[in-house]
């Protein structure tokens, strides 16, 4: 069945679109609530990568993670653009090159050094480059069983726990082990601590506005919605249960472009969401 037309120049292929402020209306407006893109088989959820991850990731159709580097992901469209400021943080030159380093070395096409990490610490200051990529958001459909087990099996991040947490996504950091070789002094402390599997915590949801940069504050809703941490055989495990990976990046580029011409939400609309029923989570 073809698509119903839009008022959308570049609407994600693997996701319906309905007016944010029409969906907003009938969504819970306070207390906790996993809001998400959902059928009876898959769910959505979206990530913030980097081009290199992003490129990897669609051609493969899976490929996010590529060694042990946790992940952070959300359920919910609105909050996650919130966080990752609407996809306008971009990476220095530097980065992208040590990636396609890190990804080569992993798939056994460029032989271990230690002057891929060196080569990376070197040039470290030069994060203003014109070079710079912007970041990219996926959307990846994964079975609703495997994001049933990570609901049922998470653990809520405590102020302890942050520290350890927080650092997540696709930044590689420097912490591989190449034939033995540790590159961070860190990486023990941080690689000894005993992550679960899966980890989460509650964060207000935002009205969408634009600048975040404190020219225009973002409105802090009382409802909350839900961030996932993914560590260890869970984040490995979203590989097989991926069912299809779209970069969405020109769908949000063109909606932070009418949210900072317009400051206001009618033109804006977001993938279709309603609260998906999680009878095992323990809400806290």
Not at 77 to 97: C, G, I, R, S
């Amino acid at each position: 069945m073809p698509r119903s037309p839009l008022p959308v120049e570049h609407p994600p292929e693997s996701l319906t679109l309905e007016p944010y402020w029409k969906q907003s209306g009938r969504w819970p407006s306070s207390g906790q609530s996993i809001l998400a893109n959902y059928n009876a088989d898959s769910i959505t959820i979206y990530m913030d990568v980097s081009k290199v991850i992003a490129e990897r990731a669609v051609k493969k159709q899976r490929g996010f993670r590529v060694g042990h580097e946790p992940m952070r992901v959300y359920t919910s469209f609105v909050p996650m653009q919130a966080y990752t400021e609407w996809n306008t943080k971009l990476d220095p030159p530097h980065k992208l090159k040590y990636q396609q380093d890190i990804i080569a070395i992993r798939e056994r096409r460029m032989k271990p050094s230690r002057a891929v990490y060196e080569n990376n610490n070197n040039n470290i200051t030069n994060r203003n480059s014109s070079n710079s990529e912007q970041r990219r958001t996926l959307a990846v459909r994964i079975e609703r069983r495997i994001f049933d087990h990570w609901i049922e099996i998470a653990k809520p991040i405590t102020e302890e726990d942050a520290p350890y947490l927080d650092d997540v996504g696709d930044l590689f950091h420097g912490t591989e082990d190449f034939n033995g070789w540790v590159f961070l002094d860190g990486y023990w402390r941080y690689h000894m601590y005993e992550k679960p599997d899966v980890a989460y915590r509650w964060v207000n949801d935002v009205h969408p506005c634009l600048p975040l940069n404190g020219a225009r504050p973002q409105q802090r809703l009382a409802r909350q919605s839900l961030q996932l941490r993914l560590h260890g055989d869970m984040a490995i495990a979203l590989d097989r249960a991926c069912l299809g990976v779209e970069d969405i990046t020109p769908f949000v580029n063109e909606m932070r472009t009418r949210l900072t011409l317009k400051q206001i939400v009618p033109d804006l609309w977001t993938p279709t969401e309603s609260p998906y029923p999680a009878p095992s989570f323990k809400y806290t």
